[in-house]
């Protein structure tokens, strides 16, 4: 796939598309679902039922029960009508039951398929779309799918099924009085349709707003320190209260609509009320008291589900429109896993062929026409300035990206014949940004194999890390849970830990992304006593701040703007006096 069709298909998550066609995806998962839908349906139209007879039963008593004083009747009436609101209670309580337990299944499975798309989805995903974007998708937008496939489902089916009655209801009784109906309700219909489209793209309005939302609380959280350092507390709320606002004016307009759309709706009926009075009073008609009452009742009751129908309406297209939204994320491509390999453990030997690549964000290519090759258990490092393509060479050796060009090489392999499950099980990575999870330090070096490593074997781990005594000094030891992120640990205890976690994993590749970069002096000793030993018979590649700790490495890739301009010993490019000699003297000033 091409850059340019990349970012358009990442795009296409803000695309509209028809409420109908959104619902056509939705429908497997509510099709999944079946039996329960149609019991629920099947209740919802005997609740209608139930509303429609009790109108209906005006005629008879106002014609036989009262007019002919039909006594039995009206004996009978009383449990007629008994039977009819306790038809109406239990379906109420069914359909209401039944649905909940439908669309919490249904956004419970759509909030379980995100989740585990986010999981698959490759590394450039994340490079186009924020966090707080994508947290508001799995919680706000999978909210409002409820809202469509429960809230108005049951609006929607039963005042459609009691506006069916009453309809069936009036005509029954007398049609001359209810051919009013003929004139209002295609009016009504497309006032509904009309209302639908600009429904839709408040929603999708609303959709971003609260992306905008979750994503400035994001950074508020994560950056708090930065903000209170820097004095920026103002202007942080600023911008949270410019989206908060914006979030707002969205939800305005759409009950600004909503609640037009009513009294619109009610005024239309109202002609239709005025028409049955005037045919009424036509004495040719010979229109009984009971025929003309339900045909009035049953035309004011239609202003109830008329009115839920286009205040459903808003809920209903908030629902299509996350729908819409979620499906475009899950059709999204996910990480590119061909390969077929599965290799418990390859011998270490690699190499890069002619290598070029360009991220999407980019026009230039973050690596020109690399080639080098590492032997099994040898030490190659990588130097130069902030991006020239260090860590591409990294990320491209774990396959978070794929080359635009070239090819990579383990044991003579090319990298995309291995799965993705067994590449990276091959490699072991350290970085400066030691990501810990909420946990305890234990799973925490076990993570990503928990029970598969004994008690003695993560201990074992740690203590050649160097971090077995300061983990059996804190209060519980290995079962300490370190915060998020690691945040109750030091900097120095977090890269240890992660030095622990490779160490476990006992990975043949080794690559070291400016492992020791953000600590002081006396860290970084501990830390490269450590790393000696994490290095020992694996083939490494060692991303370097401080030049003095890769004197040792077999070979030093010197690079800029994503091409190697020199390449040797340490001693070598020293003699040389060249570039890496004027950094290495530079960076030993510093």
Same mark, same amino acid.
């Given at each position: ?121 490759? #590394? =450039? ?7 707080? &974007? *994508?947290? @508001?998708?799995?919680?706000?937008? /999978?909210?409002? !799918? ?96 410019? #989206? =908060? ?7 305005? &307009? *759409?009950? @600004?609509?909503?609640?037009?759309? /009513?009294?619109? !709706? ?325």
């Amino acid at each position: 796939m091409t850059k340019q069709s990349k970012l358009v298909h990442i795009n296409d998550i803000d695309k509209d598309s028809s409420t109908w066609k959104t619902f056509l995806k939705l429908w497997p998962l509510i099709a999944e679902h079946k039996f329960i839908l149609f019991l629920s349906v099947v209740l919802l139209i005997a609740s209608a039922f139930a509303d429609t007879s009790l109108i209906g039963l005006l005629r008879p008593l106002l014609d036989r029960g009262f007019s002919m004083n039909d006594q039995e009747f009206l004996l009978m009436a009383p449990f007629y009508i008994f039977g009819l609101v306790l038809l109406r209670g239990v379906a109420n309580y069914g359909y209401s039951i039944f649905l909940s337990l439908i669309s919490g299944k249904i956004v419970m499975k759509i909030r379980q398929r995100l989740f585990g798309h986010f999981v698959d989805a490759p #590394v =450039s995903f994340y490079d186009q779309n924020s966090t707080g &974007r *994508l947290l @508001s998708r799995i919680t706000y937008d /999978t909210d409002q !799918v409820a809202s469509s496939s429960s809230d108005a489902l049951i609006t929607i089916v039963r005042e459609s099924a009691f506006i069916c009655g009453l309809f069936y209801t009036m005509f029954s009784n007398s049609w001359q009085l209810s051919l009013s109906l003929i004139i209002i309700t295609p009016i009504v219909i497309g006032l509904i349709t009309l209302i639908s489209v600009k429904f839709r793209k408040l929603a999708k309005n609303m959709q971003n707003s609260m992306g905008g939302i979750t994503m400035s609380v994001e950074q508020m959280l994560k950056g708090h320190r930065e903000i209170i350092i820097f004095g920026a507390q103002e202007e942080e709320s600023k911008n949270f209260d410019k #989206v =908060s606002n914006k979030f707002r004016r969205d939800s305005m &307009r *759409l009950v @600004s609509i909503s609640a037009l759309s /009513t009294p619109v !709706v009610q005024v239309i009926i109202s002609f239709a009320i005025a028409f049955v009075l005037l045919t009424a009073s036509n004495p040719d008609l010979n229109i009984t008291p009971g025929e003309f009452t339900v045909v009035f009742s049953s035309l004011v009751a239609l202003m109830q589900p008329i009115k839920s129908l286009t205040s459903v309406n808003a809920g209903f297209q908030r629902g299509m429109a996350a729908c819409q939204t979620l499906f475009a994320l899950l059709e999204q491509p996910i990480e590119n896993d061909k390969g077929h390999l599965n290799i418990a453990k390859v011998k270490g030997d690699i190499i890069f062929d002619n290598v070029s690549f360009g991220y999407e964000t980019r026009s230039d290519l973050a690596l020109q026409n690399i080639s080098f090759s590492v032997s099994a258990g040898k030490t190659i490092a990588l130097v130069g300035q902030s991006g020239s393509g260090k860590t591409t060479i990294a990320s491209l050796l774990t396959r978070f990206y794929d080359t635009s060009h070239g090819e990579i090489l383990i044991d003579g392999i090319n990298i995309q014949d291995f799965t993705l499950y067994c590449l990276r099980n091959q490699i072991g990575l350290v970085s400066q940004h030691v990501h810990l999870f909420n946990d305890t330090i234990a799973n925490n070096i076990a993570y990503g194999k928990i029970g598969e490593y004994s008690q003695g074997q993560i201990e074992e781990a740690a203590k050649k890390a160097y971090a077995y005594d300061f983990i059996k000094g804190l209060e519980k030891g290995f079962d300490t849970i370190v915060g998020e992120s690691g945040v109750l640990l030091s900097g120095g205890q977090r890269q240890r830990i992660a030095i622990a976690r490779a160490l476990l994993r006992d990975t043949p590749i080794l690559i070291l992304d400016e492992a020791t970069s953000a600590l002081d002096t006396e860290s970084e000793r501990a830390i490269q006593k450590a790393l000696e030993e994490l290095q020992r018979g694996r083939t490494s590649i060692v991303i370097a701040h401080r030049l003095s700790t890769i004197e040792n490495a077999d070979e030093i890739l010197v690079m800029n703007e994503g091409k190697i301009i020199e390449k040797g010993s340490h001693s070598d490019l020293l003699n040389k006096n060249s570039i890496y000699a004027k950094l290495y003297k530079s960076n030993f000033n510093e």
